[in-house]
């Protein structure tokens, strides 16, 4: 007995089923290139950007992605029925694949065929079992999509023809099978390779020979066309993320992660800056669009979204490719509206966990530097006298320069001016150096440093704003002003290293400095602190202490900065409970973006929100490593009126203390 | 029409102040420097009367050493057409009245329309250049306005008086106004304005050459006042103290304006 079966049983392998068969096949196929053809053109009224760099890395990127489902399944439930659907659909897939190579290729050109004996055995029930499986997923996300209705997932017509066609692909599939098996399988051992199949036929053989066969040969004719069907709907529907979002991994922004481009403000040909129009976006970010599945995670994670604010990341990408593809004359920032743009915090949870490797954030950012190099607006008058004072006195804060450098005087530290033979330069950043309560962290991170032996220097009264807030809110103009001075102050120095408690002032130095030549290696103070530790050069007090931490934006999502910060809490004594958003699932708190700047006046106060959240692990104090968010706990305590009970400091703070 | 704004270059008044080794002003040393504030809401409203009648020329006029023509150019990027760069070195020895001699002299025979000035300097306060521009050319003036609208060959102007009364004025051109916080909310330079600023004409006319008239005032010392003590206690009755603290807020503070 041979484990095989007939291929193109009861419907013949004569030309009257493959010239029709393979006719539609062409015709199929040609409908998506062609649409694909069209929709290229849409895309290519953006701008030109180079993603094909880096090819290899890119494919194994995108690989990994499609083939183990990396992105999609970090949300553990949904996750995992839409990669368990897709194993089971994509083994089907293959497995027709062998069928049509065998059939129409080995068999017919060589008589060569490899679907019999253990191999066929194999085949059989492993596609067997991928199709009840993909049954069950669907069905899984059926439910959950019509019956539990998860908040924010928006349901269209798309949804529902997919859903459909889909179950009716795989439901006519085993009715073919069964049918075939009824016939010819039934009692025998090869019956048992199929158990679906199997089940299907024994409650079938009732029909008899002749009425299964007419049922085979019309279901089977049904199913083709189904197929058909669907292929030629991957472009017309949300199916086609299944080739835009795979493209999307190969198109991927490959870092560094999250440094924005550096517009030529040089560029005495340029008319305009920033964008307002779809031709002035790149082509990546309406193909952005299109390899959105409205899967709503960023929505989720969003902070302004989640406090009543108008921002949902998701929309605005959406957006994007509704003008692209519908309106391509309007104007983004109306179509979008201000609101939203100024919404955004840049905390990047969107980008983060997005499964399809959208970039929302510098699209965002773009929008935002159109509106305040082209137009001179802001989200409020605030914010402009911040980038005014930051303009006369390198500060957002509006302090005199000169006393930059004050809250060092009675350390004992030089300045690079006095004295340029450093271990390291402590870029101290605008809020360590002015903010009264933040000035906290500068004196506890020198007096870490001076207790492990290293010899620090600043730049005092030379130093200015990063211009970190003032980037992310759009005003690239003021921004690259102030990072070429600071490069060129640091250069001059030649500085070896440089270290930042302040984690904006970080990303920035380490990524968007590079652009203009900074040289120094750029360390952020819980991976410089850790080390001394580790080394032993630096040794603090174990003293007992109950907290939670909170992971910045740009420390976590921006740089993976997870477990420093951690090791330091613990070696200090603290026992962390953590809150639940936490590590990349981290919760903005609200300061980044430049939000920092601006008061926030829609809805509830993302900081609060976040103060609760550390409120609710029964902890008493708040750690942080990030002055903007040391400044905006400061405050949310007040406002959730929970100062007697949880307290905010820095992990400098924390350490400086048990010296 | 022809519309000149004069403008001011001031440190920043968050900046650390030190009195000069000379004892009559004070020191350079680590100072901020920026657009007087006041004459920040001139060059605003000038650039919308531009923008409103359309067919305007407007230049920005400067007194000071090289330095001011950065503060030139900011008013050049909110939409001055020309700048005036009056070259001096030591501008801030010069009293009000040397300063209205010099823009008076330069103004004399280019018939402007409108001047627009701030209604007073941050650093030195006179508040008296704009008013003696206006009276050595003869043109009527507007003092401290707060409100600003033009039409038919007139400005009609709101002024700020004490207690927050305010007066309508109406005045035919040529004339000159003095502008006050609460004109306008002075606009950012768009960076294609701050681009088109850099190639704006600016010229430096040596100051030799505009100034004609004598000092009449002289600063005899510029001083820190003495740190006195705080505390103020009131005694009296709880109605009557009242009373008292409310004129003493009113008047030496300015929590209830």
Redesign the interface.
């Known amino acids: 007995m041979e484990f095989t079966r007939e291929i193109y049983w009861n419907v013949g392998h004569g030309a009257g089923t493959l010239v029709p068969m393979y006719l539609l096949v062409i015709a199929a196929i040609a409908v998506v290139v062609k649409t694909f053809l069209q929709r290229r053109e849409v895309y290519r009224q953006g701008l030109p950007l180079n993603r094909t760099d880096q090819l290899g890395s890119r494919i194994s990127e995108m690989l990994s992605n499609v083939l183990l489902q990396k992105k999609v399944t970090r949300v553990k439930v949904p996750g995992m029925f839409h990669g368990l659907f897709f194993w089971g659909f994509f083994l089907l897939l293959i497995g027709t694949t062998l069928i049509v190579l065998q059939a129409d290729f080995t068999d017919l050109l060589f008589g060569y065929k490899f679907l019999k004996g253990n191999f066929y055995k194999l085949f059989s029930i492993t596609l067997d079992l991928a199709g009840i499986v993909a049954i069950v997923m669907l069905g899984a996300l059926f439910v959950r999509r019509y019956f539990m209705r998860p908040e924010g997932l928006e349901t269209k017509k798309d949804d529902a023809i997919m859903h459909g066609l889909m179950t009716v692909i795989l439901l006519t599939g085993f009715v073919i099978e069964g049918a075939r098996m009824a016939v010819t399988e039934l009692g025998g051992p090869v019956a048992t390779w199929s158990p679906v199949g199997h089940l299907v036929a024994q409650s079938i053989a009732w029909m008899g020979e002749d009425t299964l066969r007419l049922v085979h040969k019309l279901t089977w004719w049904f199913h083709l066309l189904l197929v058909m069907g669907f292929i030629v709907l991957i472009p017309f529907t949300k199916f086609r993320h299944i080739l835009t979002t795979s493209a999307n991994y190969i198109f991927a922004d490959r870092g560094p992660r999250g440094k924005l481009t550096s517009l030529d403000?040089e560029n005495?040909d340029a008319?305009?800056?920033g964008a307002t129009s779809i031709q002035e976006m790149t082509w990546k970010d309406i193909f952005d669009a299109d390899a959105c599945t409205l899967c709503k995670r960023c929505q989720d994670r969003c902070p302004a979204w989640s406090t009543g604010k108008p921002l949902s990341p998701m929309k605005v990408v959406n957006q994007i490719g509704e003008v692209a593809f519908n309106t391509p004359e309007a104007n983004l920032i109306d179509t979008i509206s201000r609101d939203v743009l100024w919404s955004c915090t840049t905390c990047r949870a969107c980008q983060e966990i997005c499964p399809a490797s959208i970039e929302h954030v510098n699209k965002i950012v773009e929008l935002r530097r159109s509106m305040?190099?082209?137009?001179?607006?802001?989200p409020g008058?605030e914010v402009?006298t911040a980038?005014?004072a930051t303009?006369?006195?390198?500060n957002p804060l509006?302090?005199?320069?000169?006393?930059r450098g004050d809250w060092a005087e009675a350390l004992g530290i030089k300045t690079l001016a006095e004295d340029p033979q450093v271990d390291i330069l402590y870029f101290v950043g605008c809020y360590a150096s002015f903010d009264k309560r933040n000035i906290a962290i500068a004196k506890s991170f020198v007096k870490l440093c001076q207790a492990a032996g290293i010899k620090v220097g600043i730049l005092g009264?030379e130093e200015k704003c990063c211009g970190e807030p003032m980037r992310k809110m759009g005003n690239e103009?003021l921004y690259q002003s102030l990072a070429m001075e600071n490069v060129e102050l640091i250069n001059g120095y030649g500085v070896k290293k440089i270290v930042t408690t302040c984690p904006h002032c970080y990303n920035t130095l380490e990524k968007d400095y590079r652009d203009f030549e900074l040289a120094a290696e750029v360390e952020t103070y819980t991976v410089f602190l850790e080390k001394l530790l580790h080394s032993g050069k630096l040794k603090v007090r174990s003293e007992g202490l109950s907290c939670t931490y909170h992971d910045s934006c740009y420390l976590g999502r921006h740089n993976d900065i997870y477990d420093a910060p951690r090791a330091l809490i613990k070696a200090a004594g603290g026992t962390i409970t953590e809150m639940e958003k936490s590590r990349s699932e981290g919760f903005c708190c609200s300061a980044g973006g430049g939000r920092i700047l601006a008061e926030e006046k829609i809805g509830e106060r993302i900081n609060v929100k976040r103060v609760n959240m550390a409120v609710e692990t029964g902890a008493n104090v708040l750690v942080s490593n990030c002055p903007f968010c040391l400044t905006m706990f400061e405050d949310g305590v007040k406002g959730a009126e929970v100062e007697d009970k949880l307290k905010p400091k820095d992990i400098a703070e924390l350490l400086a203390e048990r010296l | 029409m022809k519309i000149l704004v004069c403008i001011k270059q001031v440190p920043d008044m968050e900046s650390k102040f030190k009195v000069a080794a000379n004892g009559t002003w004070y020191d350079n040393q680590d100072l901020a420097w920026r657009m007087n504030e006041y004459d920040e809401y001139a060059v605003e409203q000038a650039v919308r009367l531009k923008e409103q009648v359309k067919d305007a020329d407007l230049t920005v006029l400067c007194i000071g050493s090289d330095k001011v023509k950065e503060t030139m150019k900011k008013a050049l990027a909110m939409g001055c057409d020309r700048g005036a760069h009056i070259a001096d070195d030591s501008s801030w020895d010069k009293e009000p009245f040397q300063i209205a001699g010099i823009i008076t002299e330069y103004a004399r025979d280019k018939s402007f329309d409108v001047i627009f000035t701030g209604m007073q300097s941050q650093d030195r306060g006179s508040g008296q250049v704009g008013v003696l521009v206006a009276e050595m050319l003869g043109l009527p003036s507007v003092s401290t306005i707060v409100d600003f609208a033009f039409a038919d060959g007139a400005i009609e102007a709101k002024r700020e008086l004490e207690g927050g009364i305010r007066a309508n004025v109406k005045v035919q051109l040529p004339a000159l106004v003095t502008c006050q916080l609460g004109l306008n909310t002075p606009r950012y330079p768009t960076l294609p304005n701050i681009m088109k600023a850099k190639k704006k004409e600016l010229l430096s006319i040596p100051v030799q050459e505009l100034l004609k008239v004598d000092a009449r005032l002289e600063t005899e010392k510029m001083f820190f006042p003495e740190k006195k003590g705080g505390g103020l206690v009131l005694e009296g009755e709880a109605g009557e103290l009242a009373d008292r603290l409310i004129s003493i807020l009113k008047n030496k503070t300015s929590v209830l304006k």
């Open positions: 403000l005495e008319e305009t800056f305040v190099l082209m137009e001179g607006e802001f008058d402009m980038m005014e303009e006369v006195n390198g509006g302090i005199g320069y000169a006393s009264k103009y």
